[in-house]
């Protein structure tokens, strides 16, 4: 079966970087977009990019495109999302999740289960 | 860029019919889709490109979508169904947009 493991929970000072990763198995990794969403306590779900897993390409979303960095390990069927110059408003939930059908522009059917990352000082 | 609006609230007796609104500009062109999330747990997609269920969601759950309103229709609500909703879009311009989310409550 179809499963997205992430890291831990991370605490991080304002300024540094924070790291993300999400081990997929059960499916053929670099068939299918793995996608990055984040979640604000009590707030809605905020889409921050996606990669294609199988050449690596990239789409983020204009607010994170100067902070974010996306790749992927295909050796290691992982995806890992990198997050630089942290706030407090960074403070939220990360998931990955993966494509419906492939490309990047379905649906998210499969999500891991969440990597709670905190900045304060 | 594209905004669609969901109600804070949806309140529905049990065994009744809940529906779920997003609300946008012809959103009815775009493609919507559906999820589900209970408190810390991860969303789980239950209506994909506007009216279909991925596999293992119940037949309980419905979706539509025309003119300037996405609808997800919850039939004969269960306690279990208490959960917030999330419609998302993908905007050609912006990317991938989710709703604000509506909260239903199973009374």
């Known amino acids: 079966q179809v499963q997205l493991v992430q890291s831990g929970a991370e605490v991080k000072k304002p300024g540094a970087s924070v790291k993300v990763s999400c081990k997929a198995s059960?499916?053929?990794?670099?068939?299918?977009?793995i996608h990055w969403v984040r979640q604000a306590p009590g707030q809605s779900l905020e889409w921050m990019g996606w990669?294609?897993?199988?050449?690596?390409?990239?789409r983020l979303s204009q607010k994170f495109q100067d902070r974010v960095t996306l790749t992927r390990d295909t050796s290691a069927n992982t995806a890992n999302m990198e997050l630089s110059s942290l706030r407090s408003e960074d403070t939220a939930m990360y998931y990955c999740?993966?494509?419906?059908?492939?490309?990047?522009?379905?649906?998210?059917?499969?999500w891991g289960q969440g990597t709670m990352v905190i900045a304060s000082s | 860029s594209f905004e669609m609006t969901q109600p804070l609230s949806v309140s529905v007796a049990l065994g009744q019919t809940a529906r779920i609104a997003c609300e946008g500009n012809r959103i009815g062109n775009e493609i919507v889709h559906w999820y589900q999330q209970k408190p810390g747990q991860a969303p789980v997609l239950v209506i994909h490109?506007?009216?279909n269920r991925p596999s293992g969601i119940p037949e309980r759950f419905s979706g539509a979508n025309t003119g300037n309103t996405a609808t997800l229709t919850i039939s004969r609500v269960q306690a279990g169904d208490e959960a917030d909703y999330y419609c998302?879009?993908?905007?050609?311009?912006?990317?991938?947009?989710f709703g604000g989310g509506t909260k239903l409550t199973v009374l």
């Open positions: 059960g499916y053929n990794f670099r068939s299918y977009a």
């Open positions: 990669i294609d897993a199988g050449n690596g390409d990239t």
């Open positions: 998302q879009v993908l905007d050609s311009n912006t990317g991938w947009l």
């Open positions: 490109r506007d009216t």
């Open positions: 999740a993966r494509d419906y059908y492939g490309s990047g522009n379905n649906a998210f059917l499969f």
